[in-house]
């Protein structure tokens, strides 16, 4: 019986995977040449070329 609850549990309460290190913010694509910016919490992420024009549009500051 534990492990029918346990089993449950576990199905319902799933991590999300973790991005890869050279992963864009926005994406999640891989990229060689990341740009740093800092969102409204002052945490760094790293956008790739391709959303640097969305990252600049949300006014997240170089």
């Known amino acids: 019986m534990k492990s029918i ?5 576990e199905y319902f309460i799933t991590s999300a995977p973790k991005p890869p290190k050279n992963a864009c913010y926005f994406c999640k694509r ?3 040449d990341l740009r740093n910016y800092r969102n409204e ?3 760094k ?3 790739c ?5 969305y990252a ?3 006014a997240y500051r170089k």
């Open 41 to 43: 919490k002052n945490k």
């Open 30 to 32: 891989k990229a060689t």
């Open 5 to 9: 609850l346990i089993k449950i549990k």
């Open 45 to 47: 992420i790293k956008v």
């Open 49 to 53: 070329y391709l959303c640097v024009e």
């Open 56 to 58: 600049e549009r949300r």
